[in-house]
């Protein structure tokens, strides 16, 4: 599986945020593909709120 997501278009500090949590997801989608899915949600981090920065 292949996901892409464009992040030219992003501010640099979304920009860094993102490459710097890189090697985590890509943990984490090796362990949901292998089915692993309690392992995998363990590198997973959910921002809820009216502030948040997760996009």
Not at 26 to 33: D, G, K, V
Not at 44 to 52: A, D, F, K, M, T
């Amino acid at each position: 599986m292949k996901i892409h997501e464009g992040i030219d278009a992003e501010s640099p500090e979304i920009k860094v945020r993102k490459l710097a949590r890189l090697e985590q997801f890509t943990e984490a989608l090796s362990l949901y593909s292998a089915r692993k899915f309690l392992e995998g949600a363990q590198f997973c981090e959910v921002e809820l709120g009216p502030h948040s920065q997760n996009k």
